[in-house]
């Protein structure tokens, strides 16, 4: 068989475990793996000594968006160079309508945002802001190719929040459609009375960003999680809750599990490695988002949780804002724009500290960023492994070699990191999108606008518990 490129000689993760070799490419797809595949006419890519892992998927992002008075600084154009540096091939921004759009108007917008600029392959969530007129707009979504919905139980002030009302029936619709309903689970009535009760200029001067942890208990997340995980037990409707941060939240999903409710969790890596002590240093309101880090025991359920099976994907939730854009908040937490840079930092931090530190294995997070994710989005078989027929998305780092994270030398458009300073090994050397060369020792090769957008017919829960 003829091959246009292959990738030699590295140690490869595929579903079926590793092995040493070569990997065949025929356009943009993988033909063939094997020991020692013909190179005749192919343009070799050197792995030996290499891991040769599926590109990551981070389902999780938000890429220009209007949020808390201003717009997150990384677009199509800084976040997919971004992420491409660290093997990411696929994002999944959400899709929010506009304060009187439609569903289908958000998707276009969003399509807009991504078109010329994207490097990589990309689709969206599409989010329910206003159950009543969308409600009746998700069956023409669904025939539109977009298969994962999303609701937001906070964030009044944007017209983003959902009741529970629209919850309930929103995945009523997700059983009739075989699609999904992403949820951002915090309990809003009981946050509000928490912030303003703090909302005073002596408690502010006290503790400034440190009011962010204060004011959201684990109980904020774990109650709408319950809730919510109620409403998917009571419909069957598949939910997915994005970012969790709790321990009690992984305790939720591991009894719901096991008692068949139709749901699965994400986690953000930076509450694997981060905690809330962030937030009484001087650059404390850098770290806010939404929910807040938590506490070092909170990070060790969640590592546990990607052992034992309630947590199926580590994402990103990059929701970048500079430091100039940090400081509109002048003392006040709830005026600080929620979010940080990640997607650059997504593989090195989660293979550093989970597969180096031996917290996970190395398929292990091939399967949490790669192969989940794409499942459970319904982009599998074509994305999320390393397979026969599927696209040629790969990753090849180094096991050990380390980069320094710094800003300024980054693709973001961040001018900080949460992990400024960290050797970090896990920067891809090679990445190929399609078959295609898009990052070429350490740096972006790629061009703007080449990634495509991705339909989908499906999404689901099934095989996502690895
Ligand atoms: O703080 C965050 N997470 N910003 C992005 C919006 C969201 O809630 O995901
Ligand atoms: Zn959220
Ligand atoms: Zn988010």
């Known amino acids: 068989m003829r091959f246009d490129r292959v990738v030699k000689g590295g140690n490869v993760v595929t579903p079926g475990g590793e092995f040493t070799g070569d990997i065949g490419i025929v356009g943009e797809k993988i033909a063939a793996l094997g020991d020692?595949?013909?190179?005749?006419?192919?343009?070799?890519?050197?792995?030996?000594g290499h891991h040769v892992i599926p590109g990551v998927l981070d389902v999780h992002v938000h890429l220009e968006l209007p949020f808390c008075g201003t717009v997150s600084a990384d677009d199509y154009l800084s976040g997919t160079r971004a992420g491409a540096r660290g093997g990411v091939t696929t994002v999944i921004d959400f899709a929010i309508p506009s304060a009187e759009g439609s569903l289908s108007e958000a998707a276009d917008t969003w399509m807009k945002k991504a078109e010329g600029k994207s490097l990589i392959d990309y689709t969206f969530h599409i989010c329910i802001t206003r159950?009543?007129?969308?409600k009746d707009q998700i069956a023409g979504m669904v025939k539109r190719g977009f298969t994962t919905f999303k609701e937001f139980m906070i964030y009044e002030s944007e017209g983003w929040q959902s009741d529970d009302r629209a919850l309930f029936g929103t995945l009523e619709?997700?059983?009739?459609h075989g699609?999904?309903?992403?949820?951002?689970?915090?309990?809003?009535?009981?946050?509000?009375?928490?912030?303003?009760?703090?909302?005073?200029?002596?408690?502010?001067?006290?503790?400034?960003a440190v009011l962010h942890a204060i004011t959201r208990p684990?109980?904020?997340?774990?109650?709408?999680?319950?809730?919510?995980?109620?409403?998917?037990?009571?419909?069957?409707?598949?939910?997915?809750?994005?970012?969790?941060?709790?321990?009690?939240?992984?305790?939720?999903?591991?009894?719901?599990?096991?008692?068949?409710?139709?749901?699965?969790?994400?986690?953000?890596?930076?509450?694997?490695?981060?905690?809330?002590?962030?937030?009484?240093?001087?650059?404390?309101h850098l770290y806010a988002c939404c929910p807040q880090l938590k506490k070092p025991a909170d990070s060790a359920r969640l590592w546990r949780g990607l052992n034992t099976g309630e947590v199926s994907v580590i994402s990103t939730d990059t929701c970048t804002f500079t430091r100039e854009q940090k400081a509109m908040w002048e003392g006040d937490w709830t005026r600080i724009p929620m979010g940080m840079p990640g997607l650059e930092t997504l593989m090195p931090v989660t293979y550093t500290k989970g597969v180096l530190e031996g917290r996970i294995t190395l398929p292990q997070m091939c399967a949490k960023l790669s192969t989940n994710p794409a499942k459970i989005m319904g982009l599998a078989p074509r994305k999320g492994s390393i397979a026969i027929g599927a696209d040629a998305d790969l990753a090849i780092i180094h096991p050990t070699r380390t980069h320094r994270v710094d800003p300024s030398t980054m693709e973001t458009n961040a001018d900080w990191s949460p992990y400024d300073g960290w050797e970090l090994a896990g920067f891809s050397r090679t990445t190929l999108s399609r078959g295609e060369v898009i990052v070429n020792d350490y740096k972006v090769v790629g061009k703007a606008g080449r990634g495509q957008w991705l339909p989908r017919t499906s999404a689901g829960l099934a095989g996502a518990r690895a």
């Not at 159950?131 to 969308?134: D, G, I, K, L």
């Not at 309990?187 to 002596?202: G, Q």
Request: aromatic share 6%; proline share 2%.
């Open 36 to 48: 020692d595949l013909d190179t005749a006419g192919a343009d070799v890519i050197d792995a030996a």
């Open 131 to 134: 159950y009543n007129e969308h």
């Open 173 to 176: 619709q997700m059983k009739q």
């Open 179 to 208: 699609t999904m309903l992403l949820v951002h689970a915090e309990s809003s009535r009981v946050l509000d009375e928490l912030i303003a009760r703090h909302h005073t200029p002596e408690l502010m001067k006290q503790h400034g």
């Open 218 to 284: 684990n109980f904020i997340e774990a109650e709408a999680i319950q809730r919510v995980v109620q409403w998917s037990e009571a419909t069957g409707g598949q939910l997915y809750i994005v970012h969790m941060s709790t321990a009690e939240g992984a305790d939720i999903i591991r009894a719901a599990q096991n008692r068949g409710v139709p749901v699965v969790a994400e986690t953000c890596v930076q509450y694997l490695v981060l905690d809330d002590s962030v937030f009484a240093g001087k650059d404390g």
